[in-house]
């Protein structure tokens, strides 16, 4: 089984940009999860979709971060303006059922914003 | 598999009174972090260690990839700090394993 892919694996921007950054979840998957992974803070969750439906907007993050969820199979995170402190690796997860189960990651997208 | 073994799976304590929760791993893990899962069912990150210790307010956590353990104590618990908290650990990829939780519930 295909494990949880994410796309573009690097990203580049400049101050001031959107981008938009692309997740698919393992197949039959119904909990999605978006996190942001710096070496200072770990992981934070930014969304938390159940069966599409989001749980989880990411508190202190929606402002810039919207992340969206077209179909059970394909989600977004736009990023929008970027700032440099928005440098991370932005990673997307995905579990059977429930937050508590185990989730499986994608090998994320490395963002450096100057 | 990976395993994650927290304790206790319940805890009740008096305002102003603290303890501790603890998570004991069955293999070396990387990293740990601590949740707290708030009213919508979703995880809110409290801590997250490589190594070490780290203190947030009334919070202070450890963390012992030797010794296969992670702690959470809470000190001068208020009614707020009600709820369930969930250590999970990173083993040395990207999969995350959750501990049961821990149901932590404060009165005056």
């Known amino acids: 089984d295909a494990g949880v892919t994410q796309t573009p694996r690097h990203e580049v921007a400049e101050k001031g940009q959107t981008i938009i950054l692309k997740c698919e979840p393992v197949?039959?998957?119904?909990?999605l999860f978006w996190y942001r992974q710096t070496k200072i803070q770990g992981l934070e969750l930014l969304s938390y979709f159940r069966s599409k439906s989001l749980m989880e907007d990411g508190g202190a993050f929606k402002d810039r971060f919207k992340a969206e969820m077209l179909n059970s199979s394909f989600s977004t995170l736009k990023i929008q303006p970027t700032e440099p402190k928005d440098s991370a690796v932005y990673l997307c997860?995905?579990?059977?059922?429930?937050?508590?189960?185990?989730?499986?990651f994608g090998p994320g997208t490395r963002l450096l914003v100057l | 598999g990976d395993q994650v073994e927290q304790s206790p799976s319940a805890l009740s304590l008096h305002e102003g009174t603290g303890s501790a929760l603890r998570c004991n791993f069955t293999?070396?893990?990387?990293?740990v972090q601590w949740f707290r899962k708030n009213s919508r069912g979703s995880l809110i990150n409290l801590f997250y260690?490589?190594?070490g210790t780290k203190e947030n307010g009334r919070l202070k956590s450890a963390f012992d990839s030797k010794e296969r353990y992670s702690t959470l104590h809470i000190r001068d618990a208020q009614l707020e700090d009600s709820g369930t908290y969930f250590c999970a650990a990173y083993n040395m990829g990207y999969k995350l394993t959750f501990g049961t939780g821990t149901s932590l519930l404060v009165d005056p």
């Open positions: 997860a995905s579990s059977l059922r429930d937050i508590q189960d185990t989730q499986y």
């Open positions: 197949s039959g998957h119904n909990d």
């Open positions: 293999t070396t893990m990387r990293a």
């Open positions: 260690l490589a190594s």
